[in-house]
């Protein structure tokens, strides 16, 4: 771990709706995760860990606050540092889903080097990181594979290699193990342990499963509208 | 880049051809109905051309035997021939039969009568394909292909028995009915003649028995070299109380009085069935893009930009318009003869509806475009 920022929230407030209809979501909600940390997110159903994950994705606006991943400050109370938020997930955030959600179309590799090539890459250059990340995910041997014909632990596996193949230094993992069981769960979550150690990104992951939690650094709990936090030496360490 | 259409294409191309194949029977049909069209205009014009006539001289205030009734007296021919600037003149009747074919079937046909020892013969040599043109004044019949005969067949026509002396190819009508060649004393007779219990009727009336039937249809006429064949036609309605029509005055008459309603009709069939095939290519690339939206929700969420996701949906219709092009051309081209009346495909035709089907089918994506730019990258997250 390092003490660079991966993740910095401030004050974030979001709030649906107006009136008799507004909910408050979150209200000067604060975190941090550092580069080279791996955080869990929990919380129950309803409290917030989606929009949550949306606004630190530059997906939704938040009504209020400021949002830093890396050294950009990427919402400033009211506004994004770019119209293109786009470039920001492309360029800084990989996205782990709760299902694989490999583009059906392409075959493994074609989805792991898609997001590379749309930031420009060369091809040959491309194709090198995306095969490095499947060698390293023990998926190499499935490069022309469709999803279809993979089990959904190499899914899952390959998904997480389409998440780091633009270099990110953040990953959102949104239940990354909800569809698979124990065994596979904690593989996949030993692999994002992996990641943080020797890639030193900052990952923030939402999980409902409390097995998981002694895999991560500090965990995230949402009380009140408010980010809890609670720092802890990750003493399943792989 | 990943070219993502040609990798969605080819990852269900089963689908995606047998959806083109069906767009493009569709457009094959349009193919049809303009060939229909384009076979009207021919065959309007083919006992025009066959006939070769500078002139049409007909009753007053008529538009001719192929638009209106007209009867003018057969030695109209002879008053012609005074002009100076008229060379040869022939006297033609032209009537609607139903003719039993070898097979049994009635079939209606369009009978021409004209001189076989005249100027101007009404049979074009390059149509006969067997036989010969009639001969005699009487009992002898030139009939069309289509109609099944062969030569020395008997047909009863009227009263009479006809011989088949020759068999044409391609002749028909303006309205696409295979033609036949009488003498015109055969066809005055089968146009004019009223059965022997009809005049015995007539006379028991008291009623005057219309024995003339030395009238015709029309009386055609060539001009000599260097007349102009305007200038004659106006001097034979100033003269003669008659109406004159040039060649392609009658050419006009047949191509919009004759057949101005029917092609308005294939027309009108014409417009909607491509409005018809954008409507379906536009519903099938909605609900293609409806059965991507997640993964399109993925793209927007993982960064590609609109313009990417745009251009993989707008790829996919124009190569299903492009496939259904070329599926409706295969299609048109294998049906076409199977069609009673002649259907005429022409490359001019096929490249204008290319080029209709481009435009139809990038106004078709806009819709599954609009959805997909629509589509919220947030749905990839959470349950």
Redesign the interface.
């Known amino acids: 771990m390092t003490n660079e920022v991966g993740i910095k929230v401030e004050n974030l407030t979001k709030i649906f709706g107006s009136g008799e209809s507004e909910v408050r979501v979150l209200e000067n909600a604060s975190l941090e995760v550092k580069k080279g940390e791996f955080a869990a997110l929990v919380a129950p159903s309803g409290a917030g860990k989606t929009t949550l994950l949306m606004m630190l994705g530059c997906v939704i606006e938040p009504t209020a606050g400021k949002i830093w991943l890396g050294d950009e400050l990427v919402w400033d109370e009211d506004r994004w540092s770019t119209p293109d938020t786009r470039r920001i997930r492309r360029e800084k955030i990989g996205f782990i889903f709760q299902a694989h959600y490999l583009i059906p179309f392409l075959n493994i590799v074609e989805n792991v080097k898609l997001i590379p090539l749309v930031n420009g890459w060369p091809d040959e250059k491309a194709e090198k990181k995306a095969m490095e990340l499947l060698e390293y995910f023990d998926i190499a041997d499935k490069r022309n594979a469709m999803p279809s014909q993979l089990s959904g632990g190499q899914n899952q596996r390959a998904a997480i290699a389409r998440a780091l193949s633009n270099e990110p230094k953040i990953i959102l993992a949104d239940e990354p193990t909800a569809a698979l069981d124990m065994e596979r769960a904690v593989s996949v979550v030993k692999m994002l342990r992996r990641i943080v150690e020797e890639q030193n990104v900052a990952i923030i992951m939402v999980t409902h499963d409390d097995r998981l939690l002694p895999y991560c650094d500090k965990i995230l709990s949402i009380e009140n509208r408010k980010v809890v936090t609670t720092t802890q030496s990750a003493h399943l360490i792989v | ?2 070219n ?1 259409a040609y ?2 294409i ?3 191309y089963l689908k995606f051809i047998v959806t083109a194949m069906g767009v493009g029977m569709l457009l094959g049909i349009v193919l049809i109905m303009i060939g229909v069209y384009r076979g009207m205009v021919i065959d309007a014009q083919v006992l025009l051309d066959d006939i070769g006539a500078d002139l049409w001289v007909v009753q007053e205030n008529t538009l001719g035997p192929f638009a209106e009734s007209s009867r003018v007296h057969e030695d109209l021919k002879n008053t012609l021939r005074v002009n100076p600037e008229i060379d040869k003149t022939a006297a033609l009747a032209f009537l609607n039969l139903q003719i039993k074919t070898p097979d049994g079937i009635m079939k209606r046909v369009y009978s021409v009568g004209y001189d076989p020892h005249g100027d101007l013969p009404a049979i074009n040599p390059e149509r006969l394909v067997a036989g010969r043109s009639i001969e005699k004044s009487h009992y002898e019949i030139v009939v069309s292909q289509k109609l099944g005969f062969r030569l020395q067949d008997k047909i009863r026509l009227g009263r009479n028995i006809y011989t088949v002396v020759g068999i044409t190819k391609g002749a028909v009508s303006s309205g696409g009915d295979p033609v036949i060649y009488v003498s015109l004393k055969d066809a005055q007779e089968l146009q004019f003649l009223y059965s022997n219990a009809r005049i015995r009727n007539d006379r028991a009336r008291g009623l005057k028995v219309d024995a003339d039937n030395h009238l015709v249809n029309a009386v055609v006429a060539t001009v000599v070299k260097g007349s102009d064949p305007d200038a004659v036609a106006e001097n034979i309605r100033r003269w003669k109380h008659l109406s004159a029509f040039t060649v392609s005055d009658e050419r006009n008459i047949l191509t919009k009085n004759v057949i101005e309603t029917a092609s308005k009709q294939i027309g009108m069939f014409t417009v909607i069935l491509v409005g018809v095939s954008t409507i379906i290519i536009a519903l099938i690339i909605y609900t293609m893009t409806l059965e991507k939206i ?2 399109i929700s ?8 609109n313009m ?1 996701i745009t251009k993989m949906i707008a790829q996919e219709t124009v190569t299903l318009g492009v496939l259904a092009f070329i599926f409706g051309n295969l299609f048109a081209h294998a049906i076409w003869d199977k069609f009673p009346k002649r259907v005429v495909l022409e490359m001019d035709d096929a490249w204008a509806l290319f080029s209709i089907i481009l435009v139809a089918s990038v106004l078709a994506s806009l819709f599954g475009v609009y959805k997909a730019i629509k589509a919220d ?2 749905a ?4």
Do not use: F, R
Request: glycine share 12%.
């Open positions: 880049m990943i993502l990798k969605d080819a990852h269900s997640k993964e993925i793209m927007k969420l993982v960064g590609l930009p990417t990258p947030s990839a997250i959470g349950g």
